[in-house]
């Protein structure tokens, strides 16, 4: 399975972006899909995830929408109200477990397959 993550780039405090993550190989409709991030000097964290549930990190919820479109094999997080501490490597994920859990959709080691990551730069 091959993830390919898009839509990173440089964009204003309160602007938009949306990434998206394509699939291959895989059997789409059947993962669970997730989105990290990693800050600079930061470890790695969770962003949102869509499986059997669908569930944000704190400090994206209500302003990042983690979505799927079975028929084209891609997740997307569309962002909005965009913070500089939202700067960071946005990496895909890809469970072959869809997790009805709040304690494990959100964990890194529950997913399979990641993707390269794109950067999101957001300027104050």
């Known amino acids: 399975v091959q993830l390919q993550a898009s839509g990173g780039g440089l964009v204003q405090a309160g602007g938009s972006l949306r990434l998206s993550c394509v699939t291959s190989g895989g059997t789409f409709p059947r993962y669970g899909m997730g989105w990290f991030r990693q800050a600079p000097g930061k470890e790695r964290e969770f962003v949102a995830a869509s499986g059997g549930i669908t569930y944000y990190a704190d400090s994206v919820k209500g302003r990042f929408t983690i979505s799927r479109d079975s028929a084209k094999s891609t997740v997307y997080l569309q962002m909005s109200s965009l913070k500089p501490e939202d700067t960071a490597v946005y990496y895909c994920?890809?469970?072959?477990?869809?997790?009805?859990?709040?304690?494990?959709?959100?964990?890194?080691?529950?997913?399979?397959?990641w993707g390269q990551g794109t950067l999101v730069t957001v300027s104050s």
């Open positions: 994920a890809a469970s072959r477990v869809v997790s009805y859990s709040v304690l494990t959709i959100r964990r890194d080691d529950e997913y399979d397959y």
